[in-house]
């Protein structure tokens, strides 16, 4: 069973960076899909960024597209996101999640919370105006 650990969140000032990482010490991601999700107290739970680790497909959401870089590194064991030009609208609870698929779907992954059984505990990102 993945067990997802997620690191990297800090405080920053307003177009700043920080980059998040996903791992499970346990599981190589061959063949799956894993993102990264936010979510503030009082809102709902928001897909940003989805990777099909099988041919590294990203999706990134409209919102934090051109400053947000979804990547997998060479052994597959972790998954990236890359914040850059951070603003306040981006603090949050980052969580990444991950689902097997059982074929080798070459299609980009859903940002659909509902679809991910598998969730780390969040890191947080606080950015500062």
């Known amino acids: 069973q993945v067990q997802l650990m997620e690191s990297g969140g800090g405080s920053v000032q307003a177009g700043g960076s920080l980059r998040l990482s996903c791992t499970d010490s346990r599981t190589v991601f061959n063949r799956h899909c894993v993102g990264w999700f936010r979510q503030v107290p009082g809102k709902e739970r928001e897909g940003v960024a989805t990777i099909n680790t099988y041919n590294s497909a990203p999706y990134i959401i409209d919102s934090v597209r051109g400053r947000f870089t979804i990547s997998q590194d060479d052994n597959k064991n972790t998954v990236y996101l890359q914040m850059n030009n951070l603003k306040p609208e981006d603090t949050a609870m980052y969580y990444c999640?991950?689902?097997?698929?059982?074929?080798?779907?070459?299609?980009?992954?859903?940002?659909?919370?509902?679809?991910?059984?598998?969730w780390g505990q969040g890191t947080q990102v606080t950015v500062s105006s």
């Open positions: 999640a991950a689902y097997a698929r059982a074929d080798r779907d070459l299609r980009s992954c859903t940002v659909a919370s509902s679809r991910y059984g598998a």
